[in-house]
């Protein structure tokens, strides 16, 4: 029995690394299951496996060894089901851009919860800062802003003009990085310009509709030259949340968790409660509004009598 790391899952095929340095190509036994989570994809990159290797060169997985982390979204946004994006991840990069596609904050939150859910420190990567101009400088600044004031690193990058590369480099170095990021938003141009041996496939905006074709159809994982490993997603439309209970919610916006202690309730949502130190902080733009409509949203689509007037 060999050790070994997943690098890529397709289908229910997989390209395992054993710890000798050899890849192949392997199958999993029978149902393996880490949890009582229904997934899509029992297996995924990153994660550890012991693999028996066949007489035709070909591997056998047998067991998944515990996972440090996970991250995981629903299949679709009519499925129940949830699909694991990656296991055991130091960091998460989530690549946004303000135009050629733009990044809805909305998806951002939603990222982040699960980021958080999940205890992977999150990292977000604004690129295409060379196609900011007056116009949008004010909207870049505000989203920067957002997030440097919760506490989220913010890093802005240019892959076509090679801006504040070298920094990206040094954030990825001996860290096994997740990044992510609707599709167009240059993930594996990226990629390429920080190991540019990978080559891997890159797609043009759709003029059409500004918004990015799909070039990595599943998750893999690829090692870095200078330390560390980077895993490549697919480029995400929707980041559907699943096994998050919606009281807890409040403890994935640390804005929120931290105002929450000042609440006139123990067991306050942060919704319609008197007393609430959070809607109090919302009320006054403490809290900024883009955040607060998204944990409104995420906890409860019908909560919209209670919504108070934002600034």
């Not at 679709?76 to 694991?84: D, M, Q, V, W, Y």
């Not at 990567?125 to 600044?141: A, G, H, M, R, Y």
């Not at 496939?201 to 159809?217: M, Q």
């Not at 319609?272 to 959070?278: L, T």
Request: hydrophobic share 35%; glycine share 6%; charged share 25%.
């Amino acid at each position: 029995m060999e050790k070994g790391l997943v690098l890529k899952s397709t289908g229910n095929r997989y390209k395992v690394r054993l710890e000798n340095g050899k890849t192949l190509d392997c199958v999993a036994r029978g149902r393996l299951r880490l949890n009582e989570i229904k997934t899509t994809n029992p297996l995924t990159v990153g994660d550890w496996v012991d693999v028996e290797v066949r007489d035709d060169g070909t591997g056998l997985i047998t067991l998944i060894h515990e996972r440090k982390n996970y991250i995981i979204r629903k299949a679709t946004n009519l499925s129940r089901e949830a699909h694991i994006i990656a296991a055991n991840i130091d960091q998460a990069l989530l690549i946004v851009t303000i135009t050629q596609p733009e990044t809805q904050l909305a998806f951002i939150d939603r990222y982040l919860v699960t980021a958080e859910a999940y205890r992977i420190p999150t990292i977000l990567v604004f690129n295409k800062v060379d196609l900011i101009d007056e116009s949008l400088k004010p909207v870049l600044n505000s989203y920067i802003s957002i997030y440097e004031s919760i506490g989220y690193k913010c890093l802005q990058v240019s892959a076509k003009e090679n801006i504040n590369i070298d920094l990206l480099k040094e954030t990825l170095k001996d860290k096994v990085s997740l990044l992510s990021g609707n599709s167009g938003v240059g993930k594996s141009t990226l990629i390429n310009l920080i190991e540019p041996g990978l080559n891997l496939k890159t797609a043009e905006i759709s003029a059409a509709h500004l918004k990015g074709r799909h070039t990595t159809t599943f998750s893999e994982i690829f090692e870095l030259s200078f330390g560390g490993y980077i895993i490549d997603t697919p480029g995400i439309k929707s980041f559907g949340l699943v096994d998050i209970d919606k009281n807890e919610l409040y403890h994935f916006f640390p804005e929120i968790f931290k105002l929450s202690e000042k609440c006139k309730y123990y067991n306050c949502t942060h919704i319609h409660e008197p007393g609430c130190a959070v809607i109090e902080a919302a009320e006054k733009g403490e809290i900024a509004p883009s955040r607060y409509l998204s944990y409104l949203s995420i906890y409860d689509d019908e909560n919209e009598k209670y919504r108070p007037k934002l600034k």
